[in-house]
């Protein structure tokens, strides 16, 4: 299925304990699995999926079931920071690109990671990838998701770190025994805790209150009117007595200055 | 009072006298003179009730409220209507600065750099007594928008250039950190954004070593409330120099005007040594169709006044256009449910929203209240739709889009001419 040589190529996909939105669980988390499934596309067994934290936690286990025969984990506290720990076990490995989800479902989720890890590393980074289409020894060919499920294709030179976005294809589903087989390679690293994140004070986050509608209207026929205009644009442009041809010309002259006809 | 050119008003008290002594044998002439205003003896406005509103057909007298026939004899009303001039906020000589680096989606900016650049303001006013500080835009590639000086921009860095155009992280990052060297301002401010806004402040944040707050929505000069693990909690923290913000992080800024003066950014030389690890290849093509009806760009919609449907799917095939429908041609069977617009059907946002034959019941209405270009194809003159486009033709549809499909293929065909020319 896929070309001779793609399976050579080194993929390290990261992964983090998710969160589940309405139960607050913890669980494979959405974008991660996805980078994993992406990882396993492009390498195969070539795959190496780290995980820095807790070895103990239940959810490696289900990123375990998705096929992969061993996971590395860095051990560190839940008040760690996972940047230097991530940053020595890439520079010692041979890796030459590096997945992730955009960002975490726990902790200060900042999205910061694959952005330090690029800079750190020097390595060229692309955010929202939906699928990596092709890629070799020297280069890949990555499509990325722009908002509005518009694509757009960028060539970038390995290493390269990507974000992956929900439009990626799908995380597969788990098998229970395979991930409580798979092998957990643990890492024991020194401490480093997280200085300046100690000092936040964190709380269960407290609904947004809504924007009021606030009318500015001096007196009651304004407020009136206000509360029961209808949509009006403001000196739209109308064209009526030209022939059909001037005015689908103006149609698509419009549409061109939007940039919607390419 | 009017005829002085100046606003101070005058009080002439012999004449408030005539106009509060009904009897008075000159109280008619002076109160035709004197307009609508009249000061009481403590200098209070007071309305004279009986010449408010006009006698109908009928002989009754009405009072027209909603001001729909902007009234004869009615100065004082629309006089009201004339254009609003806000007042100008300067900045002079300023010791700080605030950048903003707003998406400007489609070149405009959106609702969240508005909101982003009221919330620049708001910092500034906190700690104004202190430091005199100016709001900058920095604006990347091409910008359609006119109304920077309502939308609270002080001073503007438009770097317009082939660098900055398409997908271009690395330029644009090389950028903001010369103008970072340059003007070291007190806060960066993104809209935490899937429209690139999230993508550079992270990159810019990663290469100047500053740890920024990510998913922010209470700021204040001293602390930072902002989202964290996928939105369950608040973290509390003391305001970073680079904030990526939610949407309503503030309010957009509606009283002031603002100056809009360039600023320069000196030494683009930098942008020379930018790397080629990342290029651009473009933009795929898409099949409209399958993008979500509600996240669409583009969409052509068509309503009752659509006789020739191979045609309407042809046009929207050429322009790359989504499908829409109104409700009547959804139950008439023209089109599946899912494509109705409005409100039974889908809310949507798109940029520019072709409707064709639909006249604009208030359920469509409100279902495009989000779109930004709106063209409309119809018969009426007087329909709704035609009174909100922004481009309305009143035509035959079927005439239009013949015309339409021809120039959209012509073009087509000029740019396949065009990219072989370079290929060879």
Same mark, same amino acid.
């Given at each position: ?34 980078? $994993? ?18 070895? %103990? ?103 390269? $770190?990507?974000?992956?976005?929900? !439009? ?6 788990? &098998? ?87 | ?52 509103? /006009?006698? =109908? ?26 254009? $609003?001039?806000?007042?100008?906020? @300067? ?7 605030? /950048? ?62 082939? #660098? /900055? ?11 903001? @950190? ?22 550079? &402040? ?18 204040? &000069? ?42 320069? $950014? ?15 290849? =473009? ?27 191979? %045609?309407?799917?042809?046009? &929207? ?22 494509? #109705? ?19 604009? !019941? ?54 396949? @001419? ?5 290929? !060879?």
């Amino acid at each position: 299925m896929l070309p001779n040589g793609e399976h050579s190529v080194k993929v390290v996909s990261l992964v983090s304990i998710g969160r589940h939105p309405q139960s607050g669980r913890s669980r494979r988390a959405e974008q991660d699995g996805r980078a $994993v499934e992406l990882g396993l596309k492009l390498a195969g067994d070539n795959l190496t999926v780290v995980h820095a934290g807790d070895s %103990q936690e239940p959810v490696l286990r289900q990123y375990a079931g998705m096929g992969l025969n061993a996971l590395t984990v860095l051990s560190q506290e839940a008040d760690g920071d996972a940047l230097p720990l991530m940053y020595d076990f890439l520079s010692q490995s041979d890796a030459n690109v590096l997945l992730m989800g955009i960002r975490a479902e726990s902790g200060e989720s900042s999205g910061m990671l694959p952005y330090l890890l690029a800079e750190k590393l020097g390595w060229p980074l692309l955010s929202r990838v939906a699928d990596i289409v092709h890629i070799n020894q020297r280069e890949a060919e990555v499509l990325l998701a722009l908002p509005r499920g518009q694509r757009r294709s960028v060539t970038v030179s390995l290493p390269f $770190v990507a974000t992956i976005d929900n !439009a990626a294809i799908e995380a597969r589903q788990t &098998a229970f025994g395979p991930g409580l087989r798979a092998k957990i390679n643990l890492i024991e690293n020194q401490k480093i805790t997280d200085d300046t994140a100690t000092a936040w004070q964190i709380s269960p986050a407290k609904p947004r209150p809504k924007r009021m509608k606030v009318v500015k209207a001096k007196n009651a026929a304004d407020r009136f009117k206000a509360a029961t205009a209808k949509p009006a644009g403001g000196g739209g442009k109308i064209m009526k007595n030209e022939t059909p041809a001037e005015k689908a010309q103006a149609i698509f002259d419009l549409l061109l200055e939007e940039k919607v006809i390419r | 009072m009017s005829e002085l050119s100046s606003n101070l008003i005058r009080r002439d008290p012999r004449a408030e006298w005539i106009a509060r002594n009904r009897l008075h044998p000159l109280h008619d002439s002076i109160m035709a003179a004197s307009g609508a205003e009249v000061r009481g003896p403590s200098g209070l406005i007071r309305k004279n009730p009986h010449i408010v509103g /006009f006698i =109908g057909p009928n002989g009754i007298k009405r009072i027209d409220r909603a001001n729909t026939t902007s009234g004869i004899g009615n100065k004082k009303r629309s006089s009201v209507i004339q254009e $609003v001039v806000l007042p100008l906020h @300067q900045v002079v000589n300023p010791e700080g600065y605030i /950048f903003v680096v707003p998406d400007m989606v489609g070149g405009r900016l959106t609702t969240h750099d508005k909101d982003v650049l009221g919330l620049a303001h708001k910092l500034i006013k906190e700690q104004s007594d202190t430091q005199n500080m100016a709001v900058v835009a920095v604006c990347f590639g091409e910008s359609k928008e006119t109304q920077f000086e309502l939308a609270g921009v002080d001073r503007l860095i438009h770097l317009s250039g082939s #660098q /900055f155009d398409g997908f271009t992280p690395e330029a644009r990052l090389t950028a903001l @950190q010369q103008i970072n060297n340059q003007y070291q301002p007190k806060h960066w401010l993104f809209p935490d954004s899937i429209n690139g806004g999230t993508d550079l &402040a992270s990159r810019l944040a990663a290469r100047l070593g500053e740890r920024a707050a990510a998913q922010a929505w209470q700021v204040s &000069a001293i602390q930072t409330v902002c989202r964290g693990a996928s939105g369950s909690v608040d973290i509390v923290r003391e305001t970073p120099k680079i904030l990526m913000l939610l949407e309503e992080c503030g309010d957009a800024i509606d009283e002031t005007r603002h100056e809009v003066l360039p600023l320069s $950014v000196d030494d683009m030389g930098l942008l020379e040594k930018i790397d080629t690890r990342l290029i651009d290849k =473009g933009l795929m093509a898409v099949d409209p169709n399958e993008v979500p009806l509600a996240e669409a760009e583009f969409i052509l919609s068509a309503g009752n006044g659509i006789h020739n449907w191979d %045609q309407f799917h042809e046009c &929207a095939k050429e322009l790359g256009a989504t499908e829409g429908a109104s409700r009547v041609a959804v139950d008439d069977g023209f089109m599946p449910r899912a494509r #109705q617009v409005g409100a039974s059907g889908t809310w949507v946002t798109a940029r520019v929203y072709l409707a064709v034959g639909i006249s604009g !019941a208030i359920q469509h209405m409100q279902g495009i209240g989000q779109c930004e270009k709106i063209v409309a194809i119809n018969t009426d003159a007087g329909c709704d739709m035609i009174k909100r486009a922004d481009l309305a033709i009143v035509e035959d549809s079927e005439e239009v889009l013949a015309e339409l499909i021809r120039l959209v293929k012509q073009h087509n065909l000029f740019k396949e @001419q065009e990219e072989k020319d370079d290929a !060879a």
